[in-house]
């Protein structure tokens, strides 16, 4: 499979007409939202399971354990992550035979 990053790049340099600045800004509004995306899953995950305590605690260990790869660097970590993200969506969907909703509280 080729990698997914550089037709990412390709693709917004083609949008915002080779503007650096603009891509960069992109590439990490987009990285911000999959590790938010990710913390909201464990955090309702957590809610669902009754350990609300454990969801956050496992919710900043894992930031910080992995802030330098999350937040450092720019390479397709958070691709991966987003990866895992939808397969848990998808999976958790099926499951519980009702879509996740991100903004609903309780």
């Known amino acids: 499979m080729p990698p997914v ?3 990412l ?7 915002t007409s080779d ?13 911000g939202l ?3 995306m990710t913390v909201v899953i464990v ?14 605690t496992i919710a900043v260990v894992g930031l910080l354990a992995n802030f330098h790869e999350l937040f450092q660097k720019t390479h397709d970590v958070w691709l991966n ?20 909703c991100f903004f609903r509280c309780g």
């Open 5 to 7: 990053l550089p037709y």
């Open 81 to 100: 992550l987003l990866v895992v993200d939808l397969m848990w969506i998808i999976t958790a969907t099926m499951v519980c035979c009702e879509p996740i």
């Open 34 to 36: 999959v590790v938010w």
């Open 19 to 31: 503007d650096r600045d603009a891509v960069v800004a992109i590439v990490i509004a987009l990285q």
């Open 43 to 56: 955090v309702r995950e957590s809610v669902r399971l009754k350990c609300v305590a454990l969801g956050y």
């Open 9 to 15: 790049l390709a693709a917004l340099y083609g949008l």
